[in-house]
C-alpha cells in the first residue's frame, strides 16, 4: 500500500509540473534563469507591476462545430505601476468572467487554426475584454503567456 502512495504522488508530481527534489539531480535550490536558456521574458515570473491571470480554458472546434479539443492560455497583464496592478487585482473575478465570456462565444478558432494564429485570434479577444473591465490608463500590456493543447 506503501509503494501505490509513492507512485500515485510521483504520477500526480509528474501531471502538475512538479518534479520531487530527489529526481531533480539533488535538491537544489537554484531558480533557472529564463534569459539564459532562450526563453521569452514572459516565461519569468510576474515582477510588482504583473498580474497573472488563472489559466483560462478555450474550446477548438472542428469544421462541423464539434469539440475536438482545448487550449488553455495563459495570460499576464503589465501596468504602468504596482499601485495600478492593484487597482487590477480588486476586478480580478470581474475580468475572469468577461474573459471566459469572451473565450467562449462564437467559435474561436477550429482545432485545425496554427498555434501562431491561435494566439493572434486569441490576443484580440482577451485585450478586448480587458478593456471592458480595466478602468482606463490601468493596463499598459496584454500578454498570451502560453498556449496548450489538450483532447478532451
Known amino acids: 500500500m506503501r509503494q501505490f502512495g509513492a507512485i500515485l504522488a510521483i ?11 530527489a529526481a531533480s539531480g ?6 533557472p534563469n529564463p534569459a539564459a536558456e ?7 515570473g510576474p515582477s510588482d507591476r504583473e498580474l497573472d491571470i488563472p489559466v483560462v480554458t478555450v474550446p477548438l472546434v472542428d469544421d462541423r462545430g464539434r ?13 504602468e505601476s504596482s499601485s495600478k496592478i492593484d487597482r487590477i487585482k480588486a476586478d480580478l473575478p470581474l475580468l475572469q468572467d468577461a474573459l471566459v ?20 485570434a486569441l490576443l484580440v479577444r482577451i485585450k478586448t475584454a ?23
Open 38 to 44: 532562450g526563453e521569452s521574458p514572459v516565461a519569468a
Open 11 to 21: 504520477g500526480l508530481s509528474a501531471a502538475l509540473g512538479v518534479v520531487p527534489a
Open 101 to 120: 465570456r469572451a473565450v467562449n462565444g462564437p467559435p474561436l478558432a477550429s482545432a485545425a487554426t496554427a498555434d501562431a494564429d491561435l494566439r493572434a
Open 26 to 31: 539533488g535538491g537544489h535550490d537554484e531558480k
Open 67 to 79: 469539440l475536438v479539443e482545448y487550449a488553455f492560455v495563459g495570460i499576464r497583464i503589465r501596468a
Open 130 to 152: 480587458a478593456s471592458s473591465v480595466i478602468a482606463n490608463g490601468a493596463t499598459a500590456e496584454v500578454l498570451v503567456k502560453d498556449v496548450v493543447r489538450s483532447s478532451p
